[in-house]
């Protein structure tokens, strides 16, 4: 961590803000995940899909292979809301970049693992996002018997 970082941090305020990005019950997480649960849908939360890969989910339904990430706009550079840093430029502009670029990494994996993944941005309608999440989850569930069904 270069000392610019350190002093940004030293301000309470910006080490809120610091732990609250780091938090996985962040305000758009957990809205996503009322709104999931809302529609009946039943799920893991920050868990890792595949245990061997150091990568964790927000919304996890291990059975159905199927892995939400709510991505924070300025963590994750959501092209709608990322404001590139004033100071520090290529610090920060490197460290987004560093974090899509692992985004994108994530998701071959999982789906090479036969997952799917599902990104949801945090600035997006928590409900419009739990429908799509619920689309995804039923489709698989009608693709896969109940276990200990009758089948
Ligand atoms: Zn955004």
Known sequence: MS?????????????????????????PELAVRRAVHALGLRYRVSCRPLPQLRRTADLVFPRLNVAV????????GCPEHYVPSKTNVSYWSDKIRGNRGRDRQTDQLLSGAG???IRIWAHENP?????????????????RPPRGGKA
Request: net charge positive.
């Open 127 to 143: 409900a419009e996002a739990a429908e799509r999440v619920a689309r995804v989850v039923r489709d698989r569930q009608a693709l």
């Open 3 to 27: 000392s610019e970082v350190v002093s940004w941090a030293s301000s309470s305020g910006a080490r809120a803000r610091m732990r609250a990005n780091r938090n996985r019950d962040t305000g």
């Open 69 to 76: 990430f709510v991505d924070g706009c300025f963590w994750h």
């Open 115 to 117: 997952w799917i993944v």
